[in-house]
């Protein structure tokens, strides 16, 4: 029980070169990429709608989001379905690459590093043997309202 | 800190009791309203004295003091009504509608469980004062003597004496399946309930349990004088029991009012004691029908809407199998699985609509009090004519018109309908007539409000739109007749004389609009100065499945929903005229404002169509039109509104969208938007 506390479980994914790392609680699915109807004036970075078995789901490009290069979608390209309240939202990445267990205290908190803004999209910097994996705070990612930078690391 | 209130019931009964509380309540206001107008009705009078009767026996068992003290004196004076011991009387109706209001708000109570404020004691000594000068009264003249008739009624009389030993109270519990000894708990449960009184009946009876019988349900009717929270407190050391049940009942059930009006008094008094068996099994034939919430009949129809999208996927899956394969004998069977399936998906949406319609009734019985009350305010003599509230729609819809409705009534009663005087002296009928109709036109309900008043003045309407600046002097003279009336659909608009307080604001009409067009519904105005006004609001049965027309537009599907779509047309290019920023095509004598949908949704212009005949799908809103110009037609297909959720919100043009046959995503165009976009562009000349 102990041990499960003190760790985290998070789904990890690919975004132009840099690995992101999102709580597996919020993860409904991840889908491999499929057609997606653009909705006309919608907010820039989402993507459209697809179809998860009767739900229509929004979908957001991380890319755009973070104001990343477009990239083509690839045969590793996925949608990583989280939950937003009681709505679902598709995320576009690049690849999905694992789903990792670390401990907690492997997680450095945003104020512990040098940020150039105050709001970001960075929950936290998890620092293993030999990468580093950015935490996302979905919350924030999520909301339409909020804008920053990329969570890039320097 | 705010007193909050306790009352004895679970908070699931909450709801049910509001409900049955809310049945109770329209009762007694739609019977007073009608015994105003007809005096002594016997047999009105009798339901709202069963109205009153049945709100007391609730408000008692869950320990709303005030609201059973106040349905007691109601209940007492009614019964004087109906023994014709005191006349209908105005005053009388009145202080009888007051104290239904204040029943309102006391019955409100149980859901807030705040105090309302409402302290009934005032109109309880109102209506005490009634009961005690009924001594001295004489019998009103205008009430016939029917002794034997009053006689009669007496069976289904509560004796109105204040003590409580007639009261029964039924139990009704479960014993649960894994007791080792049900019979034994039943016998611990009817020796409990001895002790609080006189058990009349009980079901199974005492013999069965003493024979050991295995006992799961028992229902006990005990004549007692404790409350439900004793008699709960009794039972409470007993094991093995659930969902135990305790209402109370004063009287007997209600027999047939033929039979009733048949019976001798002695036979009468002889079945004044029904046995209980008979009581328990009156009981039962009420459970035949059965409460269900909205929020479980809307999952209903949620799952209902994902099968019809199946259904269209499975019909697409296999016409394009059947193309791929050589038709084989497990394809035929395919086949005829998926259209067996796709009858019974039909029949199950019906099934499900049909459960989730209601009759208009549920909101026009709301109005004849409040015509009543404004009429009475404003000085004018109204009748509320009634028609056609058989008429079923869909429940979402209904809760969604009564706030027009009441808008249109209110506009009848204060601008309509004129002042007696006025009335008189253009040679009409000192009272006004108020037509509240409904009917049903195929995919749809049409509703009619009608007032025989002094009707819309075009040029006033055109007048008080200049003077108000929303339109311009010259635009406001170019207007017809009919389109200066529409004015009145405008916001801020309001043409009233003098500002009531319940309706010239210059709120509402505008408001009614908008609030009919949320429902994809459209409403219409004709008025003859002199003659009167008819407003019509025509409304979709239902809100959730929506036949459309498929179009495409650069490679994607959207859906124009059907209801109003008028005509597909094939235009030439140089049929097209641009006046100023819009483009216009003729058709039918008029003239047509085009609106590009790839341009309205800041797609691509589509080149290769240069030159070429374009596909516009004519779309109606109210009275006005527009021509979409699509890419292409793709046929129709019923579909299942959704939701695009909070994270695209609000997209101009666009209302929702829907999954097709194919899996694929289509957004449902939002035509009223897209209409109302096109005539302000073409409006600009």
Request: glycine share 6%; with cysteine.
């Amino acid at each position: 029980m102990k041990d499960q506390m003190s760790e985290e479980q998070l789904v990890v994914f690919e975004l132009a070169g840099e690995s992101y790392g999102v709580e597996i609680g919020r993860v409904q699915e991840i889908d491999r990429m499929q057609a997606i109807t653009v909705v006309p004036q919608a907010p820039p970075f989402v993507e459209g709608v697809i179809n998860l078995r009767g739900r229509i789901t929004p979908v957001v490009d991380l890319r755009t989001r973070f104001g990343l290069p477009k990239a083509e979608p690839t045969p590793l390209t996925r949608i990583v379905v989280v939950k937003a309240g009681e709505e679902w939202v598709g995320l576009v990445v690049d690849a999905v690459s694992e789903v990792l267990r670390i401990p907690v205290d492997a997680i450095e908190p945003p104020s512990a590093m040098v940020t150039t803004a105050e709001s970001t999209y960075l929950r936290g910097i998890a620092k293993l043997e030999s990468r580093l994996i950015i935490l996302l705070d979905l919350d924030r990612v999520l909301d339409k309202e909020f804008q920053a930078a990329a969570p890039v690391l320097a | 800190m705010a007193e909050t209130l306790q009352f004895d019931l679970h908070p699931d009964e909450v709801e049910v009791f509001a409900q049955e509380t809310a049945e109770q309540i329209q009762q007694l206001d739609q019977g007073l309203l009608t015994i105003e107008e007809t005096g002594h009705d016997p047999e009105v009078i009798q339901r709202i004295f069963r109205a009153a009767h049945t709100l007391k026996g609730s408000a008692g068992a869950i320990g709303h003091h005030r609201m059973a003290n106040l349905t007691h004196s109601m209940e007492t004076v009614l019964a004087l009504l109906r023994e014709g011991r005191l006349a209908v009387s105005t005053p009388l109706v009145d202080l009888l509608l007051s104290a239904v209001d204040a029943l309102k708000l006391l019955a409100q109570e149980v859901a807030t469980r705040t105090p309302s404020g409402v302290d009934p004691e005032g109109l309880i000594q109102q209506l005490q004062a009634y009961t005690v000068s009924d001594e001295a009264a004489a019998r009103p003249a205008s009430v016939p003597a029917e002794p034997v008739a009053a006689a009669a009624e007496g069976p289904e009389e509560p004796k109105e004496t204040p003590s409580q030993e007639g009261r029964q109270a039924r139990v009704s519990l479960q014993i649960a399946r894994d007791s080792f000894a049900p019979a034994a708990r039943a016998l611990q449960v009817l020796l409990a309930l001895e002790e609080a009184g006189e058990i009349i009946a009980s079901q199974p009876a005492r013999e069965a349990i003493l024979r050991g019988e295995a006992v799961y349900q028992l229902e006990v009717v005990v004549a007692t004088s404790w409350d439900a929270e004793r008699l709960r407190k009794q039972l409470a050391h007993i094991g093995d029991l659930a969902n135990v049940q305790i209402s109370f009942r004063e009287e007997q059930a209600p027999a047939p009012a033929e039979a009733t009006a048949r019976t001798t008094a002695a036979e009468a008094a002889a079945a004044s004691r029904p046995s209980p068996a008979a009581r328990l099994s009156v009981d039962k034939s009420s459970l035949r029908t059965v409460r269900t919430s909205v929020e479980r009949l809307d999952k209903l129809m949620n799952l209902v809407g994902e099968l019809v999208t199946d259904r269209n996927r499975l019909l697409q899956t296999h016409s394009s199998l059947r193309q791929r394969a050589e038709d084989s004998e497990h394809l035929s069977a395919l086949a005829q699985a998926i259209s067996h399936l796709a009858s019974i998906t039909d029949e199950l949406q019906e099934e499900v609509m049909r459960a989730r319609m209601l009759p208009l009734e549920n909101v026009f019985n709301k109005f004849p009090r409040m015509v009543r009350d404004l009429a009475r305010d404003a000085g004018k003599q109204v009748v509320l004519q009634i028609e056609g509230q058989e008429t079923e729609l869909d429940r979402s819809v209904i809760e969604e018109i009564a706030d027009p409705l009441m808008h249109l009534l209110r506009n009848a009663v204060d601008h309509g309908i004129e002042p007696p005087e006025e009335r008189r002296a253009a040679g009409k009928p000192e009272t006004g007539t108020i037509r509240l109709a409904g009917r049903s036109e195929g995919s749809h309900i049409v509703i009619t409000v009608a007032d025989d008043g002094r009707g819309i003045d075009p040029e006033k309407v055109r007048r008080s739109a200049v003077e108000k600046g929303l339109i311009s002097e010259e635009a406001a003279a170019r207007l017809t007749e009919s389109e200066a009336i529409d004015l009145i659909f405008m916001p801020g608009l309001s043409t009233a004389k003098k500002v009531t307080d319940v309706s010239g604001r210059g709120v509402g009409m505008d408001v009614v609009r908008s609030n009919v067009e949320r429902l994809r519904g459209t409403v219409k105005v004709t008025t003859m100065p002199g003659k009167g006004t008819t407003f019509e609001l025509s409304l979709p049965l239902t809100l959730a499945i929506m036949p459309v027309l498929l179009v495409n537009l650069q490679g994607g599907t959207y859906c124009i929903p059907l209801s109003s779509v008028v005509e597909v047309l094939q235009v030439e290019s140089q049929s097209i005229h641009r006046v100023d920023r819009g483009e216009v095509v003729l058709w039918r004598d008029r003239l047509l404002p085009l609106l590009r949908l790839r341009q309205c949704f800041g797609l691509a212009e589509d080149g290769a169509r240069n030159g070429h005949a374009s596909s516009v799908v004519a779309v109606r809103w109210g009275d006005e039109y527009a021509g979409l110009v699509v890419d292409g037609l793709l046929g129709q297909q019923e579909i299942v509104i959704k939701n695009l959720g909070k994270m695209i919100g609000q997209v101009a043009g666009i209302t929702g969208g829907a999954i097709l046959g194919d899996g694929s995503v289509a957004l449902i165009i939002d035509v009223p938007g897209l209409v109302k976009q096109a005539i302000r562009d073409v409006a600009r000349l």
